[in-house]
Antibody, heavy 121, light 109 residues
Framework: QVQLQESGPGLVKPSETLSLTCAVSGYSINSAYYWGWIRQPPGKVLEWIGS???????YYNPSLKSRVTISVDTSKNQFSLKVSSVTAADTAVYYC??????????????WGQGTLVTVSS | EIVLTQSPGTLSLSPGERATLSCRAS???????LAWYQQKPGQAPRLLIY???SRATGVPDRFSGSGSGTDFTLTISRLEPEDFAVYYCQQYGGSLEVTFGPGTRVDIK
């Protein structure tokens, strides 16, 4: 059973960098799947952030690309998200996901429970 | 950017009834790369349908997807109590362009 668990600070100050980690259990991240991040601002629409392969190949939402980095640590079977220069608009529940096989960006069939990150001074 | 519009915003139905949810795209979705998700309060979304009409693993056959181009439909043939939730569509047909619709809430009448 694949399980994903997000972790990281729940409060980040404006202009700083948001950092989250997704620990994967029940499946090796060194597999034929892409892994990704999606966020959902309170009461708003889901937003795709990006996805990555264990080889390091990444795809990012063009609207966020300049501020986002997704990386992988295969030794710990986890991957990470960094969003720089955050503002209140980055306040959201952040989900890590596994994408359906053969998709580098697209539908996700496994999701973490989500973690709320609030940007505030 | 492909903008997705979902209708109705809220659908009030009784258990056992049929639910028909619409997702319309501002331009044609390439290869019918359209997915549907179900989300309950406090939970992550759950993938129901991908490729417009393929059911994800473990999804009951009362859920079906159809459509092509710019118009897509999610149908729940007979609503079960656990089906009352918010449903989102997602398109992933554009080059590095993945967008979600605003959602349709299915409420108990």
């Amino acid at each position: 059973q694949v399980q994903l668990q997000e972790s990281g600070p729940g409060l980040v100050k404006p202009s700083e960098t948001l950092s989250l980690t997704c620990a994967v259990s029940g499946y090796s991240i060194n597999s034929a799947y892409y892994w990704g991040w999606i966020r959902q601002p309170p009461g708003k629409v889901l937003e795709w952030i990006g996805s990555m392969y264990h080889s390091g190949s990444t795809y990012y939402n063009p609207s966020l690309k300049s501020r986002v980095t997704i990386s992988v640590d295969t030794s710990k079977n986890q991957f990470s998200l960094k969003v720089s220069s955050v503002t209140a608009a980055d306040t959201a529940v952040y989900y890590c996901t596994r994408l359906l096989r053969e998709y580098s960006y697209g539908p996700s069939d496994y999701w973490g429970q989500g973690t709320l990150v609030t940007v505030s001074s | 950017e492909i903008v997705l519009t979902q209708s109705p915003g809220t659908l009030s139905l009784s258990p056992g009834e049929r639910a028909t949810l619409s997702c319309r795209a501002s331009q044609s979705v390439s290869s019918n790369y359209l997915a549907w998700y179900q989300q309950k309060p406090g939970q992550a979304p759950r993938l129901l349908i991908y490729g417009a009409s393929s059911r994800a693993t473990g999804v009951p056959d009362r859920f079906s997807g159809s459509g092509s181009g710019t118009d897509f439909t999610l149908t729940i043939s007979r609503l079960e109590p656990e089906d009352f939730a918010v449903y989102y569509c997602q398109q992933y047909g554009g080059s590095l362009e993945v967008t979600f619709g605003p959602g349709t809430r299915v409420d108990i009448k």
